[in-house]
T-cell receptor, first 111, second 117 residues
Framework: DAKTTQPPSMDCAEGRAANLPCNHS???????VYWYRQIHSQGPQYIIH???NNETNEMASLIITEDRKSSTLILPHATLRDTAVYYC????????????FGKGTRLHILP | GAGVSQSPRYKVAKRGQDVALRCDPI?????LFWYQQALGQGPEFLTY????????KSGLPSDRFFAERPEGSVSTLKIQRTQQEDSAVYLC???????????????FGDGTRLSIL
């Protein structure tokens, strides 16, 4: 079973920041938080990952709470092309292992 | 391109036929994964290779499913005597060797959409 909880769907206005929450209250100390997204008819796309510090790359920012029990993926200026299903995943550090996907959050960007 | 390539993009087969799905991982990637994605669901793990060794096949739903990666590069997922419930998108992903800083992300292809009539 997936070890994360996400809202099934969210809306965001184009140009605004999209903040996608994820609960991972049972996360272990050796588990990273990963985010992937899947645009319609495409394979999942890696976005970002982190252990305990906040992370930022060209796609998004990842904010992890101090207790690591939840996180937020931030798309700073959402565009219509960001419409996708977003998956929050936890994975063990240093282990090359399968990804267990949950149902994710379906993000709709509204024009 | 430099990404994971899967072929065919679409496959239609009659129930009972055998099918073979191909995955070309990113060059040099040691690890290769196959996933199955039913309509409206997240991908589900099928099997995992490290080079040519199949280290985990716990997700294969039945003995009709078989995967191979004989030279540690291209992989083929074969489904024998297909059934309607095999209809799904089959995704392939690859990743490079684990680094000192932990996990390497998996890079996915766009999948093969299999329809069994």
């Amino acid at each position: 079973d997936a070890k994360t909880t996400q809202p099934p769907s969210m809306d965001c206005a184009e140009g605004r920041a999209a903040n996608l929450p994820c609960n991972h209250s049972t996360i272990s100390g050796n588990e990273y938080v990963y985010w992937y997204r899947q645009i319609h008819s495409q394979g999942p796309q890696y976005i970002i990952h982190g252990l305990k510090n906040n992370e930022t790359n060209e796609m998004a920012s990842l904010i992890i709470t101090e207790d690591r029990k939840s996180s937020t993926l931030i798309l700073p200026h959402a565009t219509l092309r960001d419409t996708a299903v977003y998956y929050c995943i936890v994975r063990v550090v240093g282990r090359d292992d399968k990804i267990i996907f949950g149902k994710g959050t379906r993000l709709h960007i509204l024009p | 391109g430099a990404g994971v390539s899967q072929s065919p993009r679409y496959k239609v087969a009659k129930r009972g036929q055998d099918v073979a799905l191909r995955c070309d991982p990113i060059s040099g990637h040691v690890s290769l994964f196959w996933y199955q994605q039913a309509l409206g669901q997240g991908p589900e793990f099928l099997t995992y290779f490290q080079n040519e060794a199949q280290l985990d096949k716990s997700g294969l739903p039945s003995d009709r499913f078989f995967a191979e990666r004989p030279e540690g590069s291209v992989s083929t997922l074969k489904i024998q005597r297909t059934q309607q419930e095999d209809s799904a998108v089959y995704l392939c992903a690859s990743s490079s060797r684990q680094g000192a800083d932990g996990n390497q992300p998996q890079h996915f292809g766009d999948g093969t959409r299999l329809s069994i009539l």
